[in-house]
């Protein structure tokens, strides 16, 4: 089990960015939250089995249709614990 906080740079907001992160944080059995932030970013917390975070950080490099990823920062943190995944607003 890990957690990762995650930066996303790019075209992110504006393209369905947040409810696709949620939708494959479920389908990768991940909880925690993401939201988008004043500088034109998407920030999320992302926990759960190892294998799971790194396939879903490897998906957000792609993103929905719309988007255009070009960079993700990601850190780990203490291992946090969330009932499900939500957006935040």
């Known amino acids: 089990m890990k957690s990762k906080f995650v930066k996303i740079y790019g075209r992110v907001q504006g393209v369905g960015f947040r409810s696709w992160t949620k939708k494959k ?10 939201k988008n932030c004043e500088d034109s970013t998407v920030e999320c917390e ?8 790194d396939l879903f950080l490897q998906s957000c490099l792609k993103g929905p249709l719309l988007s255009l ?6 850190k ?3 291992l946090k614990k969330y009932d499900f995944f939500k957006i935040l607003y």
């Open 25 to 34: 944080a479920e389908e990768f059995s991940l909880t925690g939250w993401v």
């Open 69 to 74: 990823v070009e960079k993700i920062d990601e």
């Open 76 to 78: 780990n943190i203490e």
């Open 46 to 53: 992302v926990c759960g089995e190892s294998k799971n975070v």
